[in-house]
């Protein structure tokens, strides 16, 4: 078998463990130096200059959604308090008014005379969760400034009059109609 020239050495007794070692660390320290040349070291600069531009940008995105959820948070928080501070209270009224919510008929009890505020378009049916409540209609404006879709029922009356040109103008609709 083939000795290296160290074990060769170290066998005659001319080096010593301690010399052999530090030879062996020197060496390993050129090649390291050698592969680093100024151009690599160079290139390596620019990829990590690369790479923390890159880190940049995502933790900016990271940082704009962030914000973005948190003003989405803000709004809802916002239009919760709308609801609770100004809704109708809940007296169950005997009569049902009827309305459509995601392609589904839904059925609120009001009383008669929210019925005709509701018909008139002074009252709105907004969505708290899985809930209805009744708010005025200037709440339910300031409600569909922040997320439309939860605004339900917001009737807008024109008090323009009736079109000239409309076959059916002399049959007046009652308030009270049901559907």
Request: with cysteine; glycine share 4%; proline share 4%.
């Amino acid at each position: 078998m083939a000795k290296t020239l160290q074990e060769q050495l170290l066998g005659a007794g001319l080096v010593d463990q301690k010399k052999a070692k530090a030879i062996k660390q020197q060496k390993r320290k050129q090649k390291k130096q050698q592969k680093q040349s100024p151009e690599s070291v160079n290139a390596q600069a620019e990829r990590l200059a690369e790479e923390r531009l890159a880190k940049q940008e995502r933790d900016r995105a990271l940082n704009r959604q962030r914000q973005e959820q948190a003003r989405e948070r803000e709004i809802l928080a916002q239009i919760r308090q709308l609801i609770v501070q100004h809704r109708l209270p809940k007296n169950e009224g005997d009569t049902a008014y009827q309305f459509v919510d995601e392609k589904k008929i839904r059925k609120v009890y009001v009383t008669p005379a929210q019925q005709d505020h509701l018909a008139k378009g002074r009252l709105a049916i907004v969505k708290s969760g899985d809930e209805y409540e009744i708010v005025p209609r200037v709440v339910a404006e300031k409600i569909a400034q922040r997320n439309a879709s939860l605004v339900i029922t917001c009737n807008n009356k024109d008090e323009s009059g009736p079109d000239e040109n409309d076959p059916y103008a002399d049959y007046k609709i009652p308030d009270d109609l049901m559907w």
